[in-house]
C-alpha cells in the first residue's frame, strides 16, 4: 500500500478520472455554501479542495493489509483533510466506488477486530451489546497508540462521506464530544454481564434501603407530632 503524492508509478493516464473528484457530481461548491447543515459547514471549512489529493494504493486481501492502514493513520497528516484517490490492486474502478469501500473495510475492520501481531489471533477494539459498545480496556493498544490511528479513520471516513461506526454507546460519543460520560452513561454499558446482574441487584438493595429509611423517618415525625 502507498500513501502520499509518491505513488504516481501505479497510475497511467487512463486512470485520469483520479484527479477528478468524487464528490463534485453530487455536492458543489455553491450548495455547501448555501447549506445550512452544520455537519456540510463543518466539512467545508475543514476539507481542503484545492490541495494535492491523498492517493492510497491498496490490496485489501492481503495478510499486510492491516499493518499498510495503520502505518498511513499512525501519524496525523494534513493530507487527510485533502481530496482522497483510492485505487484498489488488479482492480480498474477509480472514483467515488473505492473511495466508499475503503472506508467501509476500515469501519468493518474496526467494529470487528484487527489481526495484529499474530494472524490467528483477532484483537477486539470495542466491546459489549449493540448501541453500547465501548473501547476494550487495553493499556497496551492505548500505550501504542492504536486507538488514535483508529480515532484518525473514523474521523477521515467522517470527512470524505464514508460510513460512520455504529453500535457505540452514548457514553463514548458524548465522552468524545463533550470529554464527559456524567449523564449518559447507563447501566448497559457493562459488557460484562455478571458483573451488570450484581450491579442491578446492588441496586435493588440501596432502593429498598432507602426505602425503609423513609418510612423509618416518616414514622419518627408522626410520633412527635
Request: hydrophobic fraction near 35%; glycine fraction near 6%; aromatic fraction near 10%.
Amino acid at each position: 500500500m502507498n500513501s502520499g503524492d509518491s505513488g504516481n508509478d501505479h497510475y497511467t493516464e487512463e486512470d485520469s478520472d483520479l484527479m477528478q473528484s468524487p464528490f463534485e457530481a453530487n455536492v458543489s461548491s455553491s450548495t455547501l455554501s448555501s447549506c445550512t447543515d452544520p455537519v456540510a459547514q463543518y466539512k467545508q471549512e475543514i476539507l481542503d479542495e484545492n490541495g494535492p489529493p491523498l492517493r492510497i494504493y491498496v490490496n485489501w486481501l492481503t495478510e499486510k493489509f492491516t499493518a499498510d492502514v495503520l502505518s498511513i493513520y499512525k501519524k496525523a497528516n494534513p493530507c487527510f483533510r485533502s481530496n482522497l484517490r483510492v485505487k484498489f490492486e488488479n482492480e480498474r474502478a477509480v472514483g467515488e466506488g473505492p473511495v466508499r469501500e475503503f472506508f467501509s473495510i476500515l469501519m468493518a475492520f474496526i467494529q470487528n477486530g484487527l489481526y495484529l501481531d499474530d494472524p490467528e489471533q483477532l484483537t477486539m477494539l470495542f466491546e459489549g451489546e449493540t448501541d453500547h459498545k465501548i473501547p476494550v480496556p487495553n493499556a497496551l493498544l492505548c500505550n501504542s497508540g492504536l486507538y488514535t490511528s483508529v480515532g484518525r479513520m473514523i474521523a477521515h471516513s467522517f470527512l470524505h462521506g464514508g460510513p460512520p461506526l455504529y453500535g457505540l454507546s452514548p457514553a463514548v460519543l458524548e465522552f468524545w464530544t463533550r470529554e464527559s460520560i456524567s449523564e449518559a452513561v447507563t447501566i448497559e454499558d457493562i459488557p460484562d454481564y455478571d458483573l451488570r446482574q450484581a450491579l442491578k441487584e446492588v441496586l435493588v438493595l440501596l432502593l429498598l434501603l432507602c426505602t425503609d429509611v423513609t418510612y423509618i423517618f416518616l414514622c419518627n415525625v408522626s410520633a412527635t407530632c
